[in-house]
């Protein structure tokens, strides 16, 4: 599912499977991978939520993707695989939540690195014998003697930054609670009252996503970074169903498509399937 430059999607068997209306079919006990794919031409960190729990923060250069296929529940180097099963199975552990079935992926700009500049001037003695020069807002000027008491013709330029004296702004925090992001107000993204009623509805096809068979993928652990603190949003719901009719769907995106089109006319990629 695309939006804002943003992509989820779901895949098994080496397929993007198709989404209608945030809905994504696959059968009962069946693994599949998450990919988070940024089209921006800026880093961003996306948060990968999975029943309501959270997974990770994951860190997806511009235009590139990230496929995750496990739970990392505090291990980089192996974990439990994504396993889509009934609410009959033994491993669901509470049939009733509203979040059962649930994939979000909430994405973040990465801040741009920014260079610190010490604007402190340094201390320079006035002498009354040297006349002052016009003093402007923009910057100060000071003219020096010598030690011999003859005047120097070489001059430093100091330039006082205007704004010095303004608040710095608060930094954002690196990320949001998943419980806060709920409510904040900036998102950009739809109104989840929008959708929520789509992607969260209770149906004879529901399941849940538990740890199944163990997985090897690796992961490095990344720090130093920063965030903005608007997001973006997309939800997924998956619901039991069959694989049928893949090749009506985009392999990148899972766009509905034509037989005819070569090109996605969502994400502009070019269907191998």
Known sequence: MYQEGYVLCVINKGHVLPEEDRRVRLPYNSEFKTRLINKHSYDSGCDLIINGEKIARFLISAGESVDVERFLDGNLSSGKRFTFVSMKDERVKNTIDIENGLIEAHFYKVKPKTISIDWNIPFIPHNPSIPEYPKYHQSQYY??????????????????????????????????????????????????????SQV???????GVTVRGKESNQKFDSITGLEYESICTIIKIKLIEGDLTKLKRYCSNCGKKRKHSYNYCSNCGEKNTI
């Not at 003697?145 to 003859?150: R, Y």
């Open 143 to 196: 003219y020096c003697n010598t030690s011999d008491g003859t005047a120097n013709n070489n001059y430093d330029e100091y330039i006082t930054d205007i704004k010095s004296n303004n608040k710095e702004s608060s930094k954002a925090e690196g990320s949001l609670p998943h419980e806060k992001a709920k409510k904040a107000s900036s998102f950009r993204t739809d109104p989840l009252s929008l959708y929520d």
């Open 200 to 206: 969260n509805f209770r149906s004879s096809h529901e």
